[in-house]
Each structure stands twice: as structure tokens, then as C-alpha cells.
């Protein structure tokens, strides 16, 4: 479980979040009753937190950031629990190493090489005062054995506690969440937070409140979540761990398949005859295109006044087609509208491939007019309005075989 922030990769986190199998595990080595502690701490905190979020949006400012205050120091208290169950290490801070038997050393050497002349005689003066206190040194130390047997037996432990300086602890808690790879600026976001609460005056009325106020409000609020997120897995209820994991990967599924299902309409190509038109009398349902590739000889599509424009029907699969038949309108009852003058264009692979210009001329009773086209691949059959009878054009059928 101690591993540094960070060192899982993005892959390990991602199966982490659905499978959920590091919380598991590690609420399998904390045991029931450390588990149970961390999620009253969990719970009290997240509690305190959404009470003082409520005070805080309702004015009670002074009291609702007092409450943060302890709502974060709640929610760190699942870290003891943690940290005991699974005897977290706490990080220390080493002290700076004292060398001054090397530092005397060369500052002697360097100014041996600066006095050649008086090297010899310092280095004789020294090679004696060695000697003699060396000599001083094993007199006491044999008086002192002889006056205090107890203690001549860990001599080199002393010298080692009078060497080595005392590590400075660090925080109760950041350890715990290193080991839950809660990352170091997160960890320092936390600690920052903490400082600032203690020496911060906390205001007794919310006219008191500052700017100050509400940046430390959010910072510990923000500090809350960290240490929640970090613990939050671990302490849940084995029953609700399990419905987390069954959740995120039954949501997760569920998106997928509407998303892939929702690529695949709007990518793949639909199959059947489509009718589009250029444009369409009053907009009327009636009129519309789609009435040229029905089969039915008694509906028919209409243009606007005056105008010319176009029906085309869309064919997929494209297919081949060796001929095509048109049968004119005349708007009955009214007999007003009819197309005249027209062409036939086919279209294969999304290009020109075939143009067929026409005439018809005015009826009551029209019939079917067919044109040889031979195109493979046909994907699109316009027809094209030049020309029209009286108030517009139109097209009662557009087919193909």
C-alpha cells in the first residue's frame, strides 16, 4: 500500500476505479473495527462539511467556517486508524549532518599548503598532543570502567547517541495519506490549510467574516475532500464497496452502449429510398416529396408559384439502373399546375453520370414517360423542373428499374 503518488499508471487507475480491488484488499488487512472508525470519522466530517456549506450559503458565515474548521480535523481522524492498523511508518525529517572533525581536518590540510615551511613542526606538534591525549583518554576511561563496570559496556552506542541528531516527526497524519498515493502537493494543500486554521482568528459574529474568511473557508473545505477522497474507498461498508464497483461498471456499460449504438445510426449508411426536394408549395405535407416514390399515381409533389427547382430520390444501396419512368401532374380538381420542359439527371458514386432532357405536354389523363439511362451504381435520381404549366410544376412519379 505505500506506494509514492503517482506510481500507478493511467491504465492501473482506470481498472482501479471500476474493479475497486486496492480497496478491497486493504479493508481486508485494516479489519472490521479500524475500518468502522474511519468511516464514523468519514461520516462526521462529511456531515459537519454539508452543515457548514448550508450556514455558509444561508449568511451564517462565522459559524459555517468554524464548522469547516472541525469538519476537517474530523475527517483526519481516519488517518490514526489507518496508520495503526496497517503500522504505517511516519515520515521523518532528517536533521543536517555535523562534520566538523572532517571540516577541522581540511581546513588544517589547506593551510599546511599554504605554510610548507612550518608543515613539519605543526605535524610534530600535532603526531604529540595526540599522543598525549590519547594517553589522558585511556587513563580515564580505565578510572571510569573501574568506578562504573555498568556502563564501560556501551561506549560505542553513547558515541553514536552524542553523533547523531534527534529526526524532527512529522505530521501525525500526511503519512497515512502517502500511503493511500495521495499526491505531495495534495498532501501539502492539507497541511497549508491547517496552518492557516490555527493561526487564523476564527470571527464569533458574521460581521466579522472577511475575504480572508472566505479563502480559508474554501481552502478547508477543498483540504476536506483530499483527505476524504483518500480514505473514502477503504471505509466504506463491504456490501456498499461492492454496489460502488457493480454501479460504476453497469453505468459505464450502459454509456458505452448508447454511445457506440448512437456512432453506429449516425455513421453507417441507412438503407431504403429516400426524397428530398428543393422546395415544397406552402410547406404542405401534402405536396411533399416523398409523395413521387409512394406507388400511389394520385398523390403528387408541388412547387411554389412560379417557381422552378427540384425532386430527387436517394438510392441505398446504390443500385443499377437502366431506365427511368416519370409521370406528369395537373393538380385536380384544379388542373392549374404541370411541368413542362425538365431533365433527368443520375447520379453514381456521388458524381454526374447521365442526363435526360424531356417535355411534357399539358393533360388531364398523363401517363407514364420512360427514358433509357443504363448507369451502374446509381445513388441519386434528380428530376428537374425548367419549365411549367400555368401557375407551377410539379411530379406525381419518379421510378427506376
Same mark, same amino acid.
Given at each position: 500500500m505505500a506506494a509514492t503518488a503517482g506510481s500507478d499508471s493511467f491504465f492501473a487507475r482506470v481498472g482501479e476505479y471500476f474493479t475497486l480491488s486496492d480497496a478491497k484488499a486493504t479493508q481486508a488487512k485494516l479489519g472490521e473495527p479500524a475500518r468502522k472508525a474511519m468511516d464514523q470519522a468519514l461520516s462526521l466530517g462529511r456531515q459537519r462539511a454539508d452543515a457548514a456549506e448550508s450556514l455558509w450559503s444561508n449568511g451564517h458565515t462565522a459559524e459555517g467556517l468554524r464548522l469547516a474548521v472541525r469538519a476537517l480535523r474530523d475527517t483526519l481522524e481516519a488517518a490514526p486508524s489507518y496508520g495503526s492498523a496497517l503500522a504505517v511508518a511516519r515520515t521523518t525529517v532528517k536533521a543536517p549532518e555535523s562534520k566538523p572533525a572532517e571540516e577541522s581536518k581540511q581546513a588544517a590540510e589547506d593551510e599546511a599548503e599554504s605554510n610548507p615551511v612550518e608543515e613539519s613542526k605543526e605535524a610534530s606538534a600535532e603526531v604529540e598532543a595526540e599522543s598525549k591525549e590519547a594517553s589522558e583518554s585511556k587513563e580515564a576511561s580505565e578510572d571510569d570502567a573501574e568506578s562504573n563496570p555498568v556502563e564501560e559496556s556501551n561506549p560505542v552506542e553513547e558515541s553514536k547517541q552524542v553523533e *547523531?541528531? @534527534?529526526?524532527?516527526?512529522?505530521?501525525?497524519?500526511?503519512?497515512?495519506?502517502?500511503?493511500?498515493?495521495?499526491?505531495?502537493?495534495?498532501? #501539502?494543500?492539507?497541511?497549508?490549510?491547517?496552518?492557516?486554521?490555527?493561526?487564523?482568528?476564527?470571527?464569533?459574529?458574521?460581521?466579522?467574516?472577511?475575504?480572508?474568511?472566505?479563502?480559508? +473557508? *474554501? *481552502?478547508?473545505?477543498?483540504?476536506?475532500?483530499?483527505? #476524504?477522497?483518500?480514505?473514502?474507498?477503504?471505509?466504506?461498508?463491504?456490501? #456498499?464497496?461492492?454496489?460502488?464497483?457493480?454501479?460504476?461498471?453497469?453505468?459505464?456499460?450502459?454509456? /458505452?452502449? +448508447?454511445?457506440?449504438?448512437?456512432?453506429?445510426?449516425?455513421?453507417?449508411?441507412?438503407?431504403?429510398?429516400?426524397?428530398?426536394?428543393?422546395?415544397?408549395? /406552402? *410547406?404542405?405535407?401534402?405536396?411533399?416529396?416523398?409523395?413521387?416514390? #409512394?406507388?400511389?399515381?394520385?398523390?403528387?409533389?408541388?412547387?411554389?408559384?412560379?417557381?422552378?427547382?427540384?425532386?430527387?430520390?436517394?438510392?441505398?444501396?446504390?443500385?443499377?439502373?437502366?431506365?427511368?419512368?416519370?409521370?406528369?401532374?395537373? %393538380?385536380?380538381?384544379? %388542373?392549374?399546375?404541370?411541368?413542362?420542359?425538365?431533365?433527368?439527371?443520375?447520379?453514381?458514386?456521388?458524381?454526374?453520370?447521365?442526363?435526360?432532357?424531356?417535355?411534357?405536354?399539358? @393533360?388531364?389523363?398523363?401517363?407514364?414517360?420512360?427514358?433509357?439511362?443504363?448507369?451502374?451504381?446509381?445513388?441519386?435520381?434528380?428530376?428537374?423542373?425548367?419549365?411549367?404549366? %400555368?401557375?407551377?410544376?410539379?411530379?406525381?412519379?419518379?421510378?427506376?428499374?
Open positions: *547523531q541528531p @534527534s529526526p524532527a516527526p512529522a505530521d501525525a497524519w500526511s503519512a497515512s495519506l502517502a500511503a493511500r498515493r495521495t499526491r505531495t502537493a495534495q498532501i #501539502d494543500r492539507v497541511r497549508s490549510a491547517l496552518a492557516a486554521a490555527d493561526k487564523a482568528e476564527l470571527p464569533t459574529l458574521d460581521a466579522d467574516v472577511s475575504a480572508a474568511h472566505a479563502d480559508l +473557508f *474554501q *481552502q478547508v473545505l477543498d483540504a476536506r475532500h483530499i483527505v #476524504d477522497a483518500a480514505f473514502g474507498m477503504v471505509a466504506l461498508p463491504p456490501r #456498499d464497496l461492492g454496489w460502488t464497483r457493480f454501479s460504476r461498471i453497469a453505468t459505464t456499460s450502459i454509456i /458505452a452502449v +448508447f454511445v457506440l449504438g448512437g456512432l453506429y445510426f449516425t455513421l453507417r449508411t441507412p438503407e431504403g429510398v429516400f426524397a428530398d426536394a428543393s422546395d415544397v408549395w /406552402a *410547406q404542405s405535407p401534402t405536396f411533399a416529396p416523398e409523395t413521387v416514390i #409512394d406507388g400511389n399515381e394520385d398523390s403528387y409533389w408541388l412547387l411554389p408559384d412560379g417557381a422552378t427547382g427540384w425532386v430527387e430520390a436517394r438510392i441505398s444501396p446504390p443500385a443499377s439502373v437502366a431506365r427511368v419512368r416519370v409521370l406528369n401532374t395537373h %393538380n385536380p380538381p384544379h %388542373n392549374d399546375r404541370a411541368t413542362n420542359d425538365y431533365a433527368i439527371e443520375v447520379y453514381s458514386g456521388g458524381t454526374l453520370a447521365e442526363t435526360v432532357e424531356g417535355h411534357f405536354d399539358f @393533360s388531364t389523363h398523363p401517363e407514364f414517360v420512360s427514358h433509357d439511362v443504363g448507369v451502374d451504381s446509381v445513388d441519386r435520381i434528380r428530376f428537374v423542373v425548367r419549365g411549367h404549366h %400555368n401557375v407551377g410544376g410539379g411530379l406525381a412519379e419518379l421510378q427506376w428499374e
